[in-house]
């Protein structure tokens, strides 16, 4: 199912640990534990998805990450790979990572109470001597606050923030290549996780607990922020009948100081809105340009239909949507910006039909089928597969991909 691309070298660790990842199902667990694995640490995958797990244990992956389904497979015949659903396997470990999910709730809020409720399972099952690495998105203070309780508690186990600066499916390639932020509650701790993580090949950037929680927030805002430019510019020359991309082509063009434009497109997915919504809720809800990156990028799905309703008669009209995925070659639905546009459509069109070639959902059709069927073809996601798409219907494709030359 995985695309391969080139294997990064696996180099052995000096210090092989006993290592549990909480969370460890998850799309930042599990890749990073075969990572771990795959460099000599014993690791035990920590999870309450039972099917997950199973998935795992049987040597399938649960989703697609590049080049996992070579290296599942390949740390499962090590005999270091573990996969529990309780906690008891804790109290065995050296390292303890929590990769758990970390929303935000129906305020916009960071919802905590999950997180605390594992930090509480933590604390009933760890011993003195462990290192505790919250790899989580966290809001700043989490870190602090966890230091506190643990001293509170007596616990004497050292509390870090390590965040995860992954591109979703690209783990294995980004993962020892990136710099590691780290942070811990105390200079004690801030070392050990900054000697793990060197020993693990990655270069080590130092900073205090708060200062690491902004700078991942930081670093998805900025993203965030960064999108929401080019689709107010998208929408603009688009109000005045100009064509974004030439625009794009001519401005970036031998033009150094546009090198970090983005290009138009559906900014989706489970971390950049969350992430930026979870700075401005830190902010006290203070945030003027995430909050305005917010209404521009969930905004352009909308634009997309009133524009389209401009020119046609939807009522009597079906859209088809290419891609579900929030993000190209991705198999990943979270918070993809297609599903926003699937219901807007829904309103206002006879039918609307969805396909993507990495998600297997009943109400999903073929490609060929979604050709033949659609008075309209709106481009939703990225994949390669529709790079080249020949088709006689009109296609809506704000990312311009399927004209642009350049990958
Ligand atoms: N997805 C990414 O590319 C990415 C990149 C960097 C950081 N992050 C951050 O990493 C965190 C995890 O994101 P994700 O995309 O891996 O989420 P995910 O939903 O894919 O994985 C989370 C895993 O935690 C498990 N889980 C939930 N509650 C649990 C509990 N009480 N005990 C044990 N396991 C539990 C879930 O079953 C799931 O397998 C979030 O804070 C996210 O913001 C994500
Ligand atoms: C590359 C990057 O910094 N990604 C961050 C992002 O990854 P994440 O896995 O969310 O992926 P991306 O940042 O690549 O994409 C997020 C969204 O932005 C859209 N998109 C992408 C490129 C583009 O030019 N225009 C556009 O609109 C995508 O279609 C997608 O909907 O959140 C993760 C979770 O915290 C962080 O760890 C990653 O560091």
């Not at 660790?13 to 460099?39: E, K, S, T």
């Not at 080049?67 to 497979?73: I, Y």
């Not at 396997?89 to 960071?110: F, H, K, N, R």
């Not at 599903?339 to 006879?350: D, G, I």
């Amino acid at each position: 199912m995985n695309a391969q691309e080139g294997q990064t070298e696996t180099t052995q660790v000096q210090h092989p640990l006993r290592v549990a990842i909480i969370g460890g199902g998850g799309h930042v667990g599990l890749p990073f534990g075969l990572a771990l694995c795959d460099c000599g640490h014993t690791v035990t995958l920590v999870d309450l998805n039972e099917a997950q797990l199973d998935t795992i244990r049987s040597g399938q992956m649960p989703f697609q990450e590049i080049n996992a389904d070579q290296l599942l497979p390949r740390v499962l015949e090590s005999g270091r790979l573990h996969c529990s659903t309780s906690f008891t396997a804790l109290s065995e470990q050296d390292v303890i990572i929590v990769t758990i999910g970390t929303p935000v709730d129906e305020y916009l809020d960071p919802s905590l109470r999950a997180f605390d409720q594992v930090m509480e399972d933590v604390f009933q099952h760890c011993r003195p001597g462990q290192l505790l690495i919250i790899r989580s998105t966290v809001f700043p203070g989490v870190t602090q606050r966890l230091g506190r309780l643990v001293a509170e508690r007596d616990l004497q186990i050292d509390v870090s923030y390590c965040p995860e600066r992954i591109a979703q499916g690209r783990a294995l390639l980004e993962l020892t290549q990136l710099p590691q932020l780290v942070s811990g509650c105390t200079p004690q701790a801030a070392q050990r996780a900054a000697s793990f993580f060197s020993d693990f090949g990655q270069e080590v950037i130092e900073l205090s607990p708060v200062e690491a929680e902004l700078g991942k927030l930081f670093t998805n805002s900025y993203r965030y922020i960064n999108f929401a430019i080019s689709n107010q510019f998208y929408m603009l020359a688009q109000r005045y009948e100009a064509d974004f991309d030439r625009i794009y082509h001519a401005i970036t063009y031998k033009y150094p100081r546009m090198n970090g434009f983005a290009r138009a497109g559906f900014a989706g997915g489970p971390c950049l809105l969350k992430d930026t919504m979870q700075l401005a809720s830190f902010n006290h809800n203070l945030l003027t340009l995430g909050q305005t990156a917010m209404a521009v990028n969930e905004g352009l799905p909308g634009f997309i239909v009133e524009r389209l309703k401009k020119n046609h008669d939807l009522t009597g009209l079906t859209v088809g949507i290419l891609g579900m995925g929030f993000k190209g070659n991705c198999d990943d639905p979270r918070s993809s910006l297609s599903y926003k546009l699937r219901k807007v459509l829904t309103l206002e069109c006879r039918r609307v039909l969805c396909t993507d070639p990495f998600i297997d959902s009943s109400d999903f059709v073929s490609l060929e089928t979604i050709q033949q069927e659609s008075d309209i073809l709106i481009l939703g996601a990225c994949h390669d597969e529709y790079r080249s798409l020949q088709t006689t219907k009109p296609l809506i494709d704000v990312f311009g991909f399927t004209t642009r030359q350049e990958p």
